[in-house]
């Protein structure tokens, strides 16, 4: 182990290969380069070795060592310090575990088995359970329990079948019956000449012997691991995810050009979420607090939240920002990713380019547009995620966040990343204390340490420590919880700065404000907050304070988020979007007005006025003061059949003298005279 120092540590992903060297610098391992291209597991290549031997070569440039030798990698390392000694790939360029879960009841059994498959990149192709009473099928046919169950899974090709239920001591028949549908489907699945599955026995121990006998005809593998649901009122999830976890990790060796980089017993195989898993518990362990650790990848969205004694985990396999937008899209819609844009789009356009996305997906994001799209994309993966880990730990909580992934590394501004965190997220009643410490890993290096534990331990922690946690905080964050007007005061905050001066600010209800407090400064914090607002676990309107240089600087420093809970949204548009911008500007992210200009709303245009056709008939004549002569009264039957004459002018004037009457003359005093 001693003679272990150079490593070259490569990172698969199923959009970006990382690699990394680790060598001794003052007696610990520390990060000496690292280099990313595109993964090159797609087509048209189908060699991940191709990506890696690229990113290697731009490595040996960076660092000045020589690390290939006629395209191969240079092992061992020689006396001129060239080469390296050993080689560890960690990788999640694998395709997610396809799973039918078969279950007595669908709120007990069925619900704890599919905690534990989420622990694992899957796919739930089916849930079958005893409890189902629909009488009819897709087709509308009244059909039997059996013939619906065998409609649905006839069709199916699952990796693993996961057979779950019945409490410790329980029923037997039940998962007699169950065995019994999963029997057939066996039999079809071999008569159709297709790979049989591997069976997953997580049920009542007691009946683990009829399982055996009734499964055991078949030439398929068959696990039993302890009792998902041993009790009602208690779950038991690790057993059957490590099972599921080494299901998964069996495609490793099938990952074509992995066998090119070194010889089997020079390289250490690893999956990604295995890593996390270790390093994830690790820091949760020896920090003696709960932690929460996120990652939004192109595939599979990731939260794993460790305790001391606990650990919860969730991993949509078919859920990101390149791979895994189409199942995004189809399950949130496009208007949930929308909202998240600081510009105006249409629909249609939106989701054209979701599928552009979907089918280009090793596109990197070319403008600043992108780079939203891609972060609201990574919000909506988030709030499904946590979504799913508080169905599994309730309540759920978390002392400090650890987040990764591409999408949040590269994004313009760190401050973007701490928007989609919070918007996603959105911590409230999870956070037990005053402060929440967000760290981002820019390099990639959690998996890696995860690697690397497995040949050295002392290199694993000694990275972790200097090259992850020290060298990449995000910021520190306060939540303020309540209020209720927009712009009432809900909070007076102080920062005092160790060594330097002290800081106050007033909060409004609403307000996102960020007071800066670089890297390597300490300070401590005060929070009294309104009557009705509360901080933490602590009762509403109590004041709060730090411990003494308890913060510590950061790229962001000190985030003080009074939004509110659950973050609600204008729901005009262009309120809204004026909302998200002010608080890009208030994170640093964004330092002027929007650039982007409101869409002008056109009324549609008038119809044009229908003129009617000019009449034919004459216009009747008037007389000198425009009254238009009135004809006699005749009856019907009186009107003559031919066209009347009009009058002439002088029997106009004639007939008006004849209405004229001659005025009465008057006296001197203005008297009428009788």
């Known amino acids: 182990m001693e003679l272990v120092r150079a490593i070259l540590a490569v990172e698969i992903g199923s959009l970006i290969t990382r690699v990394s060297l680790i060598d001794e610098v003052d007696g610990e391992s520390r990060l000496i380069g690292q280099t990313e291209t595109l993964t090159s597991r797609e087509l048209p290549y189908r060699n991940v070795f191709f990506a890696v031997q690229e990113a290697t070569a731009q490595l040996a440039d960076l660092t000045g060592r020589q690390l290939l030798r006629d395209g191969r990698l240079l092992m061992p390392r020689i006396s001129t310090g060239d080469g390296i000694d050993a080689v560890i790939v960690v990788t999640s360029a694998l395709e997610p575990l396809r799973v039918v879960v078969a279950a007595i009841a669908s709120d007990v059994s069925a619900r704890s088995a599919l905690h534990a498959v989420r622990g694992v990149p899957s796919v739930v192709l089916a849930v079958v359970t005893l409890d189902d009473v629909s009488a009819r099928s897709t087709t509308g046919v009244m059909q039997s329990w059996l013939e619906r169950q065998l409609e649905t899974l006839l069709p199916l090709l699952p990796d693993v079948v996961v057979l779950a239920g019945g409490v410790e001591g329980g029923t037997v028949e039940a998962m007699k019956r169950l065995a019994h549908l999963i029997n057939l489907k066996l039999s079809f699945t071999a008569a159709i000449r297709q790979p049989l599955p591997t069976i997953i026995y997580a049920g009542n121990t007691s009946v683990q012997p009829q399982i055996q006998a009734a499964l055991g005809g078949h030439n398929c593998e068959l696990i039993t691991v302890a009792n998902v649901r041993p009790a009602l009122d208690q779950e038991v999830l690790t057993p059957l995810r490590q099972a599921l976890l080494a299901c998964y990790a ?80 189809s399950e949130v819609g496009p208007a949930a990713i929308a909202r998240w844009l600081p510009f105006a789009i249409e629909e ?239 994170v640093g992210a964004e330092h002027s007005d929007s650039p982007y200009p409101e869409p ?75």
């Not at 599979?300 to 650990?311: G, R, V, W, Y």
């Open 250 to 329: 069996r495609q490793l060796t099938d990952v074509p050009g992995i066998d090119q980089l070194s010889a089997p017993d020079q390289t250490t195989l690893r999956t990604v979420a295995e890593s996390q898993y270790v390093m994830t518990r690790f820091l949760a362990e020896r920090q003696q607090q709960a932690v929460l650790y996120v990652d939004v990848g192109a595939t599979t969205t990731t939260l794993i939240a460790a305790a001391p004694d606990q650990i919860a985990a969730t991993l949509h396999g078919v859920c990101g920002t390149a791979f895994g937008v189409g199942a995004l899209l």
């Open 348 to 586: 249609q356009e939106l989701i054209e380019r979701l599928l552009n996305r979907m089918l280009r997906p090793q596109t990197l994001p070319a403008t600043r547009e992108d780079c939203y799209l891609d972060l609201a994309l990574a919000r909506e993966a988030l709030a499904l995620g946590v979504a799913a880990l508080r169905d599994e730990q309730t309540p759920l909580a978390y002392e400090r966040l650890l987040a990764g992934g591409g999408v949040l590394t590269h994004a313009p501004h760190p401050g973007m990343a701490l928007l989609a965190l919070l918007d996603g997220l959105q911590p409230a009643n999870e956070l037990p204390g005053l402060l929440l410490p967000i760290h981002l890993d820019m390099l990639s290096l959690l998996s890696v340490c995860g690697g690397i534990a497995a040949l050295s331990t002392d290199a694993a922690i000694s990275i972790f420590d200097h090259d992850l946690l020290n060298n990449t905080p995000l910021a520190t964050c306060i939540v303020l919880q309540g209020g209720s007007r927009i712009g009432e005061p809900v909070a007076d905050v102080e920062l005092i700065t160790v060594g330097g001066d002290s800081e106050r600010v007033q909060v409004r209800h609403g307000e996102l404000i960020r007071l800066p407090l670089s890297v390597g400064r300490y300070a401590q914090v005060k929070v009294k907050p309104a009557a009705t607002v509360r901080v933490g676990q602590a009762a509403p309107g109590e004041a709060v304070e730090s411990d003494p240089a308890e913060v510590h600087g950061s790229l962001l420093g000190l985030i003080i988020d009074a939004r509110g809970r659950p973050l609600t949204l204008p729901a005009d548009g262009a309120e809204r979007r004026r909302l998200l911008w002010s608080w890009l500007r208030a």
């Open 600 to 674: 002008v709303i056109s009324l549609p245009e008038m119809p044009a006025p229908v003129v009617a056709a000019p009449s034919t008939a004459p216009k009747p004549r008037r007389s000198w003061f425009k009254r238009a002569p009135q004809p006699a009264k005749t009856s019907e039957a009186t009107l003559p059949t031919t066209e009347t004459v009009p009058a002439s002018p002088d029997d106009d004037i004639a007939q008006l003298r004849q209405q004229v009457s001659k005025p009465a003359r008057r006296s001197w005093f203005g008297r009428r005279k009788p």
